[in-house]
């Protein structure tokens, strides 16, 4: 037996009949282990401090991983897809734990998947496409699986979100055009937008009302711009249509 394993079962015995305090208190270690503990016994300690010190950097960092972990767990299912996707690649890198990084894969992939059902359910076709798109754009396992259990389920549906996808673009542009007064560059925008989604919002009407004012004067091209903002503004943004009602509005007597 070596004399750290003595030191042990010595201190183990004695503690069997007092704590080591009391022991300590009623000069009860004799001079000889005394001298073992200043001796063989301080290499034992030093070793024994050095352990735990070990153990505790360690958990330390584990309770700063998992901190970390708490704050970004919020994020996982936030409406910023985008985020909550490349949230979820930097989480599973964190965490030192793979059963649990294969949970919070399985719960992230199923929550996307649901809601990209969800939203075609709805109608929502454009913010379904929006949803997978997001996905293309992170480089992770359950990124890749979001986007291919997605184009397997709802092909068409996602098609056409991203036809919806590019017809709001264009929209966008015509009302901005409109908002200048540039009724030709509002006509080529809504011509577009039309082509590519001809049932997005009111871009075919819009583009039919622009083309009847063709180039006419004025007094035509306010009155097509009347004309849309009171029977074509659906899903047409609020400061755009207080703009266009202000600019289309008729001369006060």
Same mark, same amino acid.
């Given at each position: 037996?070596?004399? /750290?394993?003595?030191?042990?079962?010595?201190?183990?015995?004695?503690?069997?009949?007092?704590?080591? &305090?009391?022991?300590?208190?009623?000069?009860?270690?004799?001079?000889?282990?005394?001298?073992?503990?200043?001796?063989?016994?301080?290499?034992?300690?030093?070793?024994?401090?050095?352990?735990?010190?070990?153990?505790?950097?360690?958990?330390?960092?584990?309770? +700063?991983?998992?901190?970390?972990?708490?704050?970004?767990?919020?994020?996982?299912?936030?409406?910023?897809?985008?985020?909550?996707?490349?949230?979820?690649?930097?989480?599973?890198?964190?965490?030192?734990?793979?059963?649990?990084?294969?949970?919070?894969?399985?719960?992230?992939?199923?929550?996307? /998947?649901?809601?990209?059902?969800?939203?075609?359910?709805?109608?929502?076709?454009?913010?379904?496409?929006?949803?997978?798109?997001?996905?293309?754009?992170?480089?992770?396992?359950?990124?890749?699986?979001?986007?291919?259990?997605?184009?397997?389920?709802?092909?068409?549906?996602?098609?056409?979100?991203?036809?919806?996808?590019?017809?709001?673009?264009?929209?966008? +542009?015509?009302?901005?055009?409109?908002?200048?007064?540039?009724?030709?560059?509002?006509?080529?925008?809504?011509?577009?937008?039309?082509?590519?989604?001809?049932?997005?919002?009111?871009?075919?009407?819009?583009?039919?009302?622009?083309?009847?004012?063709?180039?006419?004067?004025?007094?035509?091209?306010?009155?097509?711009? &009347?004309?849309?903002?009171?029977?074509?503004?659906?899903?047409?943004?609020?400061?755009?249509?207080?703009?266009?009602?202000?600019?289309?509005?008729?001369?006060?007597?």
């Amino acid at each position: 037996m070596t004399t /750290e394993e003595q030191l042990d079962a010595r201190i183990k015995k004695l503690e069997e009949k007092k704590s080591f &305090r009391e022991l300590l208190v009623g000069s009860l270690l004799g001079p000889v282990l005394v001298a073992m503990v200043a001796g063989f016994g301080g290499l034992y300690v030093t070793r024994i401090q050095t352990a735990t010190q070990a153990r505790l950097d360690e958990t330390t960092k584990q309770i +700063e991983r998992m901190k970390v972990a708490q704050q970004m767990v919020a994020d996982l299912f936030s409406d910023n897809h985008g985020r909550s996707l490349a949230t979820e690649q930097i989480l599973t890198r964190v965490l030192d734990d793979p059963a649990l990084v294969t949970v919070i894969h399985d719960l992230v992939q199923q929550y996307y /998947e649901g809601k990209v059902a969800r939203e075609i359910g709805a109608g929502n076709l454009q913010a379904a496409y929006a949803i997978v798109d997001n996905a293309r754009q992170i480089d992770s396992p359950t990124a890749k699986a979001i986007v291919k259990a997605a184009e397997l389920a709802h092909p068409q549906e996602l098609e056409k979100g991203k036809s919806y996808q590019s017809a709001s673009v264009a929209e966008a +542009e015509g009302f901005q055009a409109l908002t200048q007064g540039d009724l030709n560059q509002a006509t080529m925008a809504f011509d577009r937008a039309k082509k590519l989604a001809p049932d997005y919002h009111d871009v075919s009407e819009i583009s039919g009302v622009l083309h009847r004012a063709g180039a006419g004067d004025a007094a035509t091209k306010q009155a097509a711009t &009347r004309e849309i903002v009171n029977k074509y503004s659906w899903k047409m943004p609020e400061g755009v249509k207080a703009q266009l009602r202000q600019q289309s509005a008729p001369p006060a007597n």
